[in-house]
């Protein structure tokens, strides 16, 4: 029953059936990691959320100025949501549509 109500709230925030999913099962490892002991801290949770595919779009078009578009680049070049710690600065700024000062903001961003 939770999980409809979470589902329901999502789909109100303008996920997809399918981002919604998505985000809901990486809740779902990581919060099942942290009770076994596996995650400790929070650059370690988010490594356990599935952070590509549809919801990596997603979350991504909620930075500024991110649209859809560059959204689907930055997944297409990297496979998942890029976090600091699994690309450089210089491979963020080769995404096609990208721009140096928009990937030194996004890169600040994902830290």
């Given at each position: 029953?939770?999980?409809?109500?979470?589902?329901?709230?999502?789909?109100?925030?303008g996920?997809?059936?399918?981002?919604?999913?998505?985000?809901?099962?990486?809740v779902?490892r990581?919060l099942?990691?942290?009770?076994?002991?596996k995650?400790?801290?929070?650059?370690?949770?988010?490594?356990?959320?599935?952070?590509?595919?549809?919801?990596?779009?997603?979350?991504?078009?909620?930075?500024?100025?991110?649209?859809?578009?560059?959204?689907?680049?930055?997944?297409e070049?990297?496979?998942?949501?890029?976090?600091?710690?699994?690309?450089?600065l210089?491979?963020?700024?080769?995404?096609?549509?990208?721009?140096?000062?928009?990937?030194?903001?996004?890169?600040?961003?994902?830290?």
């Amino acid at each position: 029953m939770a999980e409809g109500k979470a589902l329901a709230v999502l789909k109100e925030l303008g996920m997809t059936d399918e981002e919604a999913a998505e985000f809901i099962e990486g809740v779902k490892r990581g919060l099942k990691a942290r009770r076994e002991g596996k995650v400790v801290s929070w650059s370690e949770l988010v490594k356990e959320l599935n952070l590509h595919g549809d919801f990596g779009r997603f979350l991504l078009r909620g930075f500024p100025h991110i649209g859809p578009s560059l959204a689907n680049s930055i997944v297409e070049r990297f496979g998942k949501v890029p976090l600091s710690w699994n690309c450089t600065l210089d491979e963020l700024k080769s995404v096609p549509g990208m721009g140096e000062r928009r990937a030194e903001a996004l890169w600040k961003l994902l830290k």
